[in-house]
């Protein structure tokens, strides 16, 4: 058990819940007692999940023994997770097996086939690494010609640490968005493979370069965001504001990204070029 890893991730999500939102059960009146901290009490959230206080405050201190799945699934509910959280809390208790690194098996053909039968949308396909694996040739018009780049270099974290600032940005107010998406998602990874030695470089490689990849790395977030709006500066089409959407291939590790635009508009009419 990542027994630090664990009391991290309960402490945070115990503090991004809203005491106000709580029912009126499940949270002492606000006169009893000032909040020195953000969310819930430590006894708020042990009387919900039905365990002892001096139990959940050994939890995240990194003291307590491995937690069952009962108790497991009591927290989930009290601190309201997600199924991707559950599935997280899951793996840090090791309540499911972790391996030492993504299998590095051929990717199945019918996965493989899925960018070219979405063409003309661009679309590529990502395993848990962000290594990107297949591609469509809209994807390589839109972003960059794939199948010219070591295969080191192909994959979506290390081309935002290359390309950020010059092909792709976030249009107002969604400033972030992808840092946080991929600091979510390998948060996640690194739980599944947490040995795993290049998922550790990479998740270096952007904290030290994205601010808000460490930010969202340090909050413990691993919600996934399916989608994204993002501006890019293409050298033949100009701007293209587009919604970036990735979709998990079920019963693998896969991910399938592809990007579409308002229909009728520029952006829409420069992909559709970019696909014929």
Known sequence: MSSGELADFLRRRREALRPELMPATAVHPPGRRARRTPGLRREEVAALAGVSTSYYERLEQARARRP?????????????????????LARLAGQVPSGREPERT?????????????????????DARQDILAWNDAAAALIIDFGSLPAGERNTVRLSIRLGGTLCSAPAGAEGEFARQSAAQLRAAHARYPSDRVLGELVNAFAAHSPEFAAGW??????????????????????????CQTLLVPGTDLRLVLYTAEPGGPSASALDLMGS
Do not use: I, M, W
């Open 68 to 88: 069952s799945a009962q108790v497991l699934a009591a927290l989930g509910t009290a601190l309201r997770l997600t199924a991707a959280e559950r599935e997280h």
């Open 106 to 126: 051929p990717v199945p053909d019918d996965a493989r086939r899925l960018p070219d039968r979405l063409a003309p949308l661009p679309a590529y396909l990502v």
């Open 218 to 243: 340090r909050d413990h977030d691993v919600r996934p965001v399916p989608t994204l709006r993002k501006r890019l500066r293409h050298p033949r089409f100009g701007p293209l504001d587009l919604d």
